[in-house]
C-alpha cells in the first residue's frame, strides 16, 4: 500500500484533481463576477434612459422607420440638434455593446441551469435588434450585408467574431418589424 504513495502517476492524478476543483472552483466565481457585471450594465441602461429622457423618447419613435438610413449620413439631416443624434447613436452603441456582452456571459456557457436564462436573453436581444436604429449599426459596425435574406460578413467587425455568428445564423428571429412597446 505505501508503494502507492510513491508513484508519480499517484501524484499527477492527486494534482489533477486539486486542479480540476481548482477550476470548477474558478469558473463558478467568474460565472457570478460575469452575470453581476451584466446586472450593472443593466442598471447602467435605466440611468442612461432616465437622465435621456427626450433622446430615447426619439429614438423609440423611430422604431417604425421603414429605412435603415438614419445614422448612414453621419450627421443629422431631419432638423434634429446635434445633440439628440449623438444621445440616440449613444443609446444604439450600449445597446450593441450590451448585447455583446450577454452573448458573451450566457451563450457561451454549457451549465444546464443557464440555458433557460440564455434563451431569455436571446429574445430579448433579438426584440430589441429589430429596431431600425440598433439594426443599421448592428449591420454596419459587424460588417453584414443581407444577401438573399442570409447575413454574409463583409469585413472586420468592431464585435467579437463568435457575436457576429450568432445574430447572422439567427437573422429571422430579428427580421421582423419592431414593436416600440417592448423597449
Not at 429605412?67 to 439628440?84: H, S
Not at 444621445?87 to 443557464?114: M, P, Q, R
Not at 440598433?134 to 450585408?145: G, M, P, S, T, V
Request: net charge neutral; proline share 4%.
Amino acid at each position: 500500500m505505501n508503494d502507492i504513495f510513491s508513484t508519480p502517476a499517484f501524484w499527477s492524478a492527486l494534482f489533477a484533481l486539486a486542479s480540476a476543483i481548482a477550476a470548477g472552483f474558478s469558473y463558478s466565481v467568474n460565472r457570478r463576477s460575469l452575470t453581476s457585471k451584466l446586472m450593472d450594465r443593466l442598471y447602467d441602461l435605466d440611468k442612461l434612459i432616465l437622465t435621456n429622457p427626450k433622446q430615447y423618447y426619439l429614438f423609440i419613435e423611430q422604431s417604425h422607420r421603414p429605412t435603415l438610413d438614419y445614422f448612414a449620413t453621419g450627421y443629422p439631416q431631419n432638423g434634429a440638434c446635434p445633440d439628440d443624434y449623438f444621445k440616440i447613436k449613444g443609446i444604439v452603441y450600449f445597446y450593441l455593446n450590451l448585447f455583446d456582452e450577454i452573448f458573451n456571459t450566457y451563450g457561451n456557457s454549457f451549465a444546464v441551469d443557464t440555458q433557460q436564462i440564455w434563451a431569455s436573453w436571446q429574445h430579448w436581444i433579438f426584440e430589441r435588434l429589430k429596431h431600425p436604429l440598433i439594426k443599421e449599426l448592428a449591420l454596419k459596425r459587424c460588417a453584414l450585408q443581407e444577401v438573399n435574406g442570409v447575413l454574409r460578413k463583409t469585413g472586420p467587425s468592431v464585435f467579437t467574431d463568435r457575436f457576429v455568428d450568432f445574430i447572422s445564423e439567427n437573422y429571422e428571429k430579428w427580421r421582423g418589424q419592431c414593436d416600440k412597446m417592448n423597449f
